[in-house]
């Protein structure tokens, strides 16, 4: 098995957290989101006891709220001590709806509108991550006009490319998030924001990208950051406090994907920054991470029944699903690996090569080609793995299909933390 909270029970039946994943699909419906709460649970605090016990006091992960939103997560994170990202004032709603503090909320974005900066003011968000000079103007005015003082990050780009894929990739200097470094804007973007009388700048923000299974592309990144930090000091007198270097650490989606020693990584990332700070004779600032796909991805479990089993003769066999790029479109999108397992058979052989589609009319609705799976009948229930990050939010009603139910998993219970739509949903914003 992927990982350690998934088995197989006496019937043969799939496992989350110890419970059968036969029955929550009979109790709950398919497709379904399962969630296993205790798992994520768990995430967060590989992440919050490695940071607190090897980086400055004041470090703290901040849960990426683009991978996985909806107001019953939030009270989870908050219980586990977790700072959040939002992009959006949907998101900075969806986490006051689910009771976050807004002081522990970080918004970022690279087109905050002026609805949205005002918005987020008025909540009360407590960190903008801005990215740009025309939104530090903006920020600062609306700022001043409620005589507050807003603490902000600046987001840079310290031009790094952790080989991963293109699409997912944001460290690199050309693209659209941040100020780069390289070419010297970094450094404009800073003094201004030091003369805005109504911010206050706390330090620096970088994400170099998605999927990244070691230390070292973090590493290079801090060197950057410091360099630059360092820099900024002499010329204009400005010490960094905190550092946000983002998200990005993989997860297992196939077998083949290396397991991420997130402790040993934050302890690496730890010594690194230390060595290169007393190396400078640079106060250590604080740290904060942004983990988005390593809280929630391995948690989640997509379960779907089966349709029918097309064979096309000469080329291939298609298992049909109750769902697809509605609930998961990230095959469909940039051909996301994923481990598929027929939930209600999981000690049949697995001799019957095929392709698991959707059920979208779209020829691209696949959710994994070329996989070995038992003999499949309609109504037999497949589960897809590491489905909890960046399903749910980017789903969509293509089709008029309903969004599936989400029920989370807490010491053996399952409870509906996000009912299946109705059709009634469909039509509610027409007129
Ligand atoms: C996407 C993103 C994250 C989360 O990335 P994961 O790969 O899900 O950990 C964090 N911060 C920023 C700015 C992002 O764009």
């Not at 997560?73 to 807004?102: C, H, N, Q, R």
Request: charged share 20%; net charge negative; with cysteine.
């Amino acid at each position: 098995m992927l990982y350690e909270h998934l088995g197989i029970n006496e019937k043969g039946h799939l496992t989350i957290g110890g419970l059968d994943a036969v029955d929550l699909a009979a109790e709950f419906g398919a497709p379904l989101y399962v969630l296993d709460e205790d798992r994520v649970r768990a995430n967060c605090r590989r992440y919050t006891q490695a940071m607190g016990q090897y980086m400055p006091a004041g470090s703290q992960p901040l849960f990426a709220g683009k991978a996985l939103c909806f107001k019953g997560l939030y009270p989870v994170l908050k219980e586990e001590g977790m700072g959040a990202d939002v992009v959006s004032p949907g998101e900075i709603y969806t986490a006051l709806a689910g009771g976050f503090p807004p002081e522990q909320l970080y918004f970022h974005g690279n087109n905050k509108t002026d609805e949205d900066i005002q918005y987020a003011l008025d909540q009360g968000v407590g960190h903008f991550i801005v990215d740009n000079p025309l939104e530090l103007a903006q920020l600062n005015h609306f700022a001043g006009a409620r005589g507050r003082r807003q603490k902000v990050l600046l987001r840079v780009t310290p031009g790094i490319d952790p080989h991963t894929l293109q699409a997912i990739n944001t460290g690199r200097i050309d693209c659209q998030f941040g100020v780069p470094i390289e070419t010297g804007q970094a450094a404009a973007f800073v003094a201004e924001a030091l003369t805005m009388e109504h911010l206050e700048v706390e330090g620096f923000h970088s994400h170099i990208g998605s999927q990244i299974f070691e230390a070292e592309p973090f590493c290079d990144a801090v060197d950057i950051l410091l360099n630059f930090a360092q820099d900024l000091r002499e010329k204009l007198g400005f010490t960094v406090q905190v550092l946000n270097l983002g998200g990005g650490f993989g997860v297992r989606y196939q077998e083949s994907d290396p397991q991420v020693d997130i402790p040993g990584n934050i302890r690496a990332l730890a010594e690194h920054l230390e060595t290169g700070c007393a190396a400078k004779g640079y106060p250590l600032p604080r740290i904060l991470l942004e983990p988005g796909r390593s809280i929630v991805a391995d948690a989640g479990v997509t379960l779907y029944q089966v349709g029918g089993v097309k064979t096309i003769q000469g080329y291939r066999s298609y298992v049909t699903v109750n769902g697809g790029m509605t609930d998961n479109p990230r095959y469909a999108l940039y051909q996301s690996p994923y481990t598929v397992l027929p939930a209600d058979r999981m000690d049949d052989p697995a001799d019957f090569l095929c392709s698991v589609a959707g059920r979208c009319c779209e020829s691209g609705d696949l959710i994994q080609e070329n996989i070995h799976l038992p003999q499949m009948q309609r109504g037999d229930l497949l589960a897809v793995l590491t489905t909890g990050a960046y399903n749910f939010t980017m789903a969509s009603n293509y089709n008029r299909l309903c969004r599936p139910a989400l029920v989370m998993l807490r010491e053996g219970k399952a409870r509906l933390a996000v009912r299946r739509q109705t059709f009634e949903d469909l039509t509610a914003c027409e007129l």
